[in-house]
Each structure stands twice: as structure tokens, then as C-alpha cells.
């Protein structure tokens, strides 16, 4: 007897429109089942849709093409047997915890009495016990974040959605927390027969999932899955689960099989959605990897371990040394080029000379801002025609991020200048008019 599938995507795409109104395809062609009985971890850097793809199986928005079905009935708005915790918590500030917990009840038509004693037992059960009464300010984030998953499932969903439902937490409370849902799942005090969780973390998704899903970008459609046979609880020291965590990590850090426009590496164009992060880090990083105990190689999630950053703010990082050709990121480990050990010895104004020529070979758009430059007889642009360039192909405020990313790396590099009062980009040494 086959398994029983509770949601299922067939060809689903979805797109937003731009600021010059053309539409911008965020996801396509996503095919994707969620089986009675697994959790399933959904990974993907900044922009592969992951919280669109989440929210489309939440009935919250709709797909503009392909299908979205849950226990085989097509999905039009949201579904009573699916839940869906934020990131954000959501709650309501103005009312109590109690309150906030019995709201889908209260949605659902479910008297007063019945919901207060499901939201008691639901309380009690999550750990918030004699919180009823408080106000949201009145609780830690972790507990908040409780009440949120509380809200979820005291409506006893099918499926359970949770929108990097720990990333908010500390280190220490996120782990509690993913263990207690773990605990009740695994126990079967709860009625949920599917669970889906949008991650950053790889450890967090070994740990907790049946089967990950990493998703591409730009746009968002899935490239790996990886299926864990492991039972739970887990071991994060355990030799199994840190070959898994290395085999995700070196998914993730895959340069993907180009699928751009023209047959060409993403990077190639200037629309690249350059990683973001800075250039102190992207230094701190190579004077980490240059020293001891690595020596030039490391295992990335050793790497992480040694810099105590979330993978959120790792991977920009990683992509941004493999973009300049300072460090080449393969199978889960990160080396220093040639280029990349000339740049950790090298003096300040030489980091900055090496930084500047990587920038010009690798970034097309830093090439076509200083080309445009030097072409330009009074040595300065308006940086609106490259935001505009960008807006193309990306959001609004995502083509403003890029040229920030583009201004900040340019500037370090003495590239080019730019003035934040007049919003104009210039030549070295270039007074502006």
C-alpha cells in the first residue's frame, strides 16, 4: 500500500512584478509531495522562494501556473487542515496569550468553553502553562515563539508549516525549543501528519528532518534532495550526522548548472545577485582560513563551528571569495586560491590593489560602472540608469542592495568613488560637479 501524500506541487511557478511592472519569475517549475508521517526541511539561500513556495502551499497566495493540492483537493485561499508558524511570531500585542491561542478556534466557529479548554491543554502541553493571562510584551521571544506554535496547532492541523520558525532565537533557546516539537511529534501527542520547515540552518534541518529539499535561485526550483534514514533523536557530534551536514553544505555551496540567459555563468551578467555581504568579513574570513588550525583548507562547517555565525550570514561570504577568485568552495570544503594566499599576506594598500583588479575580472557590473565612467568626459554618473539597469530583472529594493554591494566592494578596491549626498558615482580622485 502506497504512502498517503498530504500536499503535492506540480508545476508550480510564481512571479512578482518589478518596478517597471514586467513580470519577474520567483519560482517555476516546482514538482514537490509531502508524505504522511515526514518532516521535511526546505533549504535555499536569499531569494529561491522559499517563504513564497510556503505560503502558496498555505493557501495565503495563489500560483500563477502548475497546481497546489492538499489531500488532493486543489488549494484556493487557506486550507482548514494547514497550519503555518512565522518567523515573526505574528501575534496580536493587545491581546492575552490565551487569546491569541484560541483565535483560529474562534475562526473555525468553535465555542467559547470548548476553546478554552483545548487552548488550556495546548498551553500546558507546549510549556506555557499559567501564561494564559499574559500579554505578549510580558514574554521572551522563545516563549512567544510558543505561543505561536501553540496558536498552530491547537487547531489540530494535517499539515504543519513553519516559516524559519527558530532563526529569531538564540542559539541555545532554538535548540530547546526544535527538540520539544521533536518530542511531541516523535511521541505522537500531536495530531500534525506532516510537518515543513523553511531553514537557513543546515545543522537544524540534519537534525530534525526526514528529507531536505534545496532550492536554486533566481528562480526558485529544486536542484537536490537528500533523504535521511536516520530514526531521532540525533547525535550533532554523531560521525553520521556530520557527513550529512557535510554532504548539505557542499550542495549548497554547488555552483548550480548554468540555466541563465545566453548559456552563460550566472555571475557573467551584470544582474548578478551579487552576495550580500562586506568586505570586513569577506577579510576576516580569509585571515581565518590562512591560519592555523586550517592552514589554507577548511571543512566549511568546521568553519562555522570557529566563527560562531549563522550559515545565513556564512554563505554570501562563501560565494562572494569563490566570485573573486580568492577562494574555491567544493564538496563541502574552502580553500584559498593562489590568489587568495597573495591577498592574506599582502599589505593594506596591496589587499586593496589585489581586491580592486578581482573586482573589474569577476563583477560585470563593477566592469560596466568603470567603463561607463572613463567613457564619461566629466568622470561621474547618477547611480539611477544602473538601479534602473538592475530593476530588470530584480525587486526594487533588491536592485538598490546589489549597487550597495557593488558601491561598497568598488570603493574599497579604489575602483570608483561615490557620494552618498548626491547619489553620484565617480572616478577616483574625481571631484564631483
Known sequence: MGETVLMELNGVAKSFRSADGAPRLILDGVNFSLAEGEIVALLGKSGSGKSTLLRIMAGLIPADAGKAAYRGNDIHGPASGVAMVFQSFALFPWLTVQQNVELGLEAQGVPAAEREKRADAMLELIGLA?????????????????????????????????????????????????????????????????????????????????????????????????KIGMSRPRTVDST????????????????????????????????????????????????????????????????????????????????????????????????????????????????????????????????????????????????????????????ADEAKRVLEVAVEWGRYGEVYEYDFHTGRLKLPDQQTE
Open 240 to 395: 553520521e550526522v556530520r557527513a550529512l551536514i557535510d554532504e548539505v553544505y557542499g550542495l549548497m555551496t554547488m555552483r548550480p548548472v548554468q540555466e541563465a540567459r545566453h548559456g552563460m555563468a550566472p555571475a557573467t551578467h551584470p544582474d548578478y545577485r551579487l552576495p550580500e555581504t562586506d568586505v570586513s568579513r569577506i577579510e576576516a574570513i580569509l585571515d581565518l582560513l590562512a591560519n592555523a588550525p586550517f592552514n589554507g583548507r577548511a571543512d566549511l562547517p568546521q568553519l562555522a563551528e570557529e566563527t560562531e555565525l549563522p550559515d545565513e550570514e556564512l554563505f554570501p561570504t562563501f560565494e562572494a571569495l569563490g566570485l573573486l577568485g580568492l577562494a574555491q568552495v567544493e564538496k563541502g570544503d574552502i580553500s584559498l586560491t593562489s590568489m587568495g594566499r597573495r591577498y592574506v599576506v599582502a599589505d593594506q594598500t596591496q589587499r586593496q590593489e589585489i581586491f580592486g583588479q578581482q573586482l573589474l575580472t569577476h563583477v560585470p557590473l563593477a566592469a560596466r560602472i568603470r567603463r561607463q565612467l572613463e567613457q564619461e568626459p566629466s568622470g561621474t554618473l547618477a547611480e539611477e540608469p544602473f538601479i534602473e539597469l538592475l530593476e530588470e530583472f530584480l525587486k
Open 130 to 226: 499559567g501564561f494564559g493571562g499574559a500579554l505578549p510584551r510580558e514574554l521572551s521571544g522563545g516563549m512567544r515563539q510558543r505561543v505561536g506554535i501553540a496558536r498552530a496547532l491547537v487547531i489540530n492541523p494535517d499539515v504543519l508549516l513553519m516559516d524559519e520558525a527558530f532563526s529569531a532565537l538564540d542559539v541555545l533557546t532554538g535548540e530547546t525549543l526544535r527538540n520539544d516539537i521533536l518530542d511531541l511529534w516523535d511521541s505522537n501527542r500531536i495530531p500534525t501528519r506532516g510537518i515543513l520547515i523553511v531553514s537557513h540552518n543546515i545543522e537544524e534541518a540534519v537534525m530534525m528532518a526526514d528529507r531536505i529539499i534545496i532550492l536554486s535561485s533566481g528562480p526558485g526550483r529544486i536542484r537536490s534532495e537528500v
